[in-house]
């Protein structure tokens, strides 16, 4: 190993001695080496660089990369009449020769401005897409192959280290989205219209959550969802939220406010089920306690779920003010929508206030006076048998003084 | 030493049914009483599922309401059809009385040291709360449930609020009915210093004649004196009888004061 870095600075010691020679002559056009000139060194897989980097290029993998056809020096544009063996440090390439566009999007991306703040563990090309042996994306054994994909950006997204050393802020997205269902319809069921990072985050263009030019800023949620769920998309822009949204009302629930960005669940699980309580309950807190003192309110509090909870009656996404007579909870629709558990459920049924507060005595007298009524009747129960009971058991407690009559006590 | 007997057969087997229906309807529905308690989700899934555990409550219903049936049926029958008028008014009546408040005074003064003990009959004003306790419980708690058993019958002709009055109702009442039962009825019937560990009478149906002289004065000088003293001797309550009044006796205290415990700890750590 020694011996052949004695053998490449001698090298180099000697072309750099014949340089000076042409210098001084009469300049020459070298001509351009071909791939075979290239291959004649770097096709060995034990090639390294003085410093002991692996320089191998195997003409194989090349021959069957995407940029096969191509020179080397097409990239390697500095070694296009250089003399050889060549200079240890060769000029970056420059992709954008021929991708101008997506280098330019690279440009406006969070890898990007990570890079130029001296992040060098930050994606560059080459990071995704691999140097010499790049493929197509079309091709199943790229890194960018959507059933690749995920596998691809967890190397630094699920890289604890790079995490860490790389400022990325949210950190267990990869084992997230594994778990996810588009995690697992990518991966263990090989649909490739499942969505995965780029769908969501873009390709090159990969913008923070805060930039609002971002697919995954807040208020582009539902567009960016709704490539893939263009249905739900509809109808959640004719709900109370998504008008509100359009509004630019910052409080409103988006897509990933209940189904989350990475973990998205399944909706039938029951894990599902009750934690999206909690979620409309973070605004609707006054909704969520009645509710909780209702009989659907204490099955799902126990962590069952074969009764109604919210998006039971109010549907997910076209959900309406009850004033609304598209609203599912609206007058004309309440009976048929208590109807889908309870087959027989009648108006008068469907009169039942399943957000009844029994501290509001305007909207639920009878109630607000009942539970009145048992307050007092509990209370007065207790008070007299507590006191009853107490002063009976210090009586028995304590013996009897030795009686001054005949006449007193037992 | 000569029994006398307080309590008959069919009584005994029906304080016993009602005794562990009303436990299983205790235990079976409190976990959606205090569903925020930390125990509630566990104890669900010990009784086998909400679902489950519903199909249970419901069976202990049908038991305590069968029982509470034939106790009715039993005492018109006596009515009826035996004529004895005696369980309308007088000292064999379970219906409250002017001696009651009387009674209940003196006790109070008693407890002060401020006259002697009342010389109680045959029922004391707290035997006799307890019993039409069961009675206002049955009514109100066995109706409201009715109504959440089957909402959409009686929907056809009553209100929609009438169920959130039903299920507040059922949910308070149950309360009332539990914290009052483990509590006072098992200090005044069994944990009181001089009954404890328990009075088995209720096992056995009878009492010592000494105790009953002590206990109820009134009531043994009456029969001594009209003569029923006689046909109420009983023979001793074979032991095993006793032994037997005193396990089911333990189990249900137990069951009852573990029960009042998770309400107690539901309460508290409620914030």
């Known amino acids: 190993m020694s011996a052949r870095v004695t053998v490449v600075r001698l090298a180099v010691f000697a072309s750099l001695i014949r340089l000076t020679t042409v210098v001084f002559a009469v300049p020459v056009v070298a001509p351009s080496p071909g791939n075979d000139d290239c291959l004649a060194c770097h096709d060995d897989a034990t090639a390294t660089a003085s410093n002991g980097r692996s320089i191998a290029v195997a003409a194989k993998v090349f021959a069957d990369s995407i940029h096969g056809p191509m020179a080397c020096t097409d990239c390697h544009a500095d070694l296009a009449h250089a003399e050889f063996p060549h200079a240890d440090t060769l000029s970056p390439v420059n992709c954008s020769g021929c991708h101008a566009d997506p280098v330019a999007a690279y440009g406006k991306s969070v890898h990007a401005e990570a890079r130029s703040a001296g992040n060098t563990s930050a994606a560059r090309c080459v990071d995704c897409h691999g140097m010499h042996d790049i493929r197509s994306s079309q091709d199943k054994t790229s890194p960018t192959y959507p059933l690749n994909l995920p596998n691809m950006c967890g190397k630094c997204h699920g890289d604890a280290k790079i995490i860490k050393t790389g400022g990325i802020k949210v950190g267990d997205v990869f084992a997230k989205y594994h778990d996810s269902i588009h995690g697992k319809a990518l991966e263990k069921s090989g649909l490739l219209v499942s969505a995965k990072c780029t769908d969501c985050h873009g390709n090159h263009e990969i913008r923070r959550k805060s930039d609002p030019q971002s697919g995954v800023f807040r208020a582009n949620s539902p567009a960016t969802c709704g490539k893939c769920h263009g249905g739900i998309q509809a109808l959640y822009a004719s709900g109370i939220h998504g008008s509100k949204l359009a509004e630019g009302d910052p409080r409103v629930p988006v897509c990933a406010d209940c189904h989350t960005a990475h973990e998205i669940r399944r909706i039938d699980g029951d894990a599902w089920k009750l934690d999206v309580l909690a979620e409309c309950g973070s605004c609707h807190a006054q909704s969520l306690k009645t509710y909780r003192d209702t009989f659907h309110g204490q099955v799902t509090s126990l962590g069952f779920t074969r009764v109604a909870s919210c998006s039971d009656c109010h549907r997910a996404h076209d959900v309406y003010p009850k004033a609304d007579s598209r609203s599912s909870v609206s007058d004309a629709q309440r009976a048929a929508t208590c109807g889908k558990c309870h087959p027989a459920a009648s108006e008068s049924f469907a009169g039942y206030d399943p957000h009844a507060d029994k501290h509001d005595a305007e909207r639920n007298p009878p109630l607000y006076w ?40 037992e | 030493m000569r029994h006398i007997r307080r309590f008959d057969t069919v009584n005994r087997i029906t304080h016993v049914v009602l005794m562990f229906s009303f436990l299983g309807l205790a235990l079976t529905g409190l976990p959606l009483l205090f569903n925020d308690a930390r125990w509630a989700s566990r104890l669900a899934r010990i009784l086998g599922g909400l679902q489950f555990a519903g199909r249970l409550h419901r069976f202990f219903a049908i038991v305590l309401i069968g029982v509470f049936s034939a106790h009715v049926g039993r005492l018109l029958h006596r009515l009826f059809i035996k004529k004895d008028y005696g369980i309308l008014w007088g000292p064999e009546s379970m219906v409250p009385q002017p001696r009651d408040l009387k009674e209940m005074s003196a006790h109070f003064a008693w407890f002060f040291r401020r006259g002697p003990k009342p010389r109680f009959d045959h029922f004391t004003y707290w035997e006799k709360f307890d019993y039409w306790a069961v009675f206002w419980g049955m009514f109100i708690i066995g109706g409201s449930g009715f109504l959440l058993w089957f909402p959409w019958f009686f929907s056809n002709f009553l209100p929609g609020w009438i169920f959130n009055v039903a299920l507040l109702i059922h949910g308070e009442e149950a309360l009332l009915a539990v914290a009052f039962i483990f509590t006072i009825h098992f200090f005044n019937g069994h944990l009181r210093p001089d009954k404890f560990p328990m009075d088995t009478v209720i096992f056995t149906g009878s009492v010592t004649e000494h105790e009953l002289k002590h206990e109820r004065p009134d009531a043994y000088d009456r029969w001594v004196k009209d003569g029923t003293l006689e046909s109420l001797v009983v023979d001793p309550p074979r032991p095993r009888l006793v032994r037997r009044g005193r396990i089911v006796g333990t189990i249900a205290i137990v069951l009852g004061l573990f029960i009042f415990a998770l309400i107690i700890y539901a309460v508290t750590s409620h914030s």
């Open chain 1, 370 to 409: 009942t539970a009145r009524f048992m307050q007092l009747l509990l209370a007065g129960v207790f008070v007299f048998f507590g006191l009853h009971t107490s002063l009976w058991f210090q009586r028995l407690l304590r013996k009897d003084p030795p009686p001054p009559s005949k006449k007193a006590g």
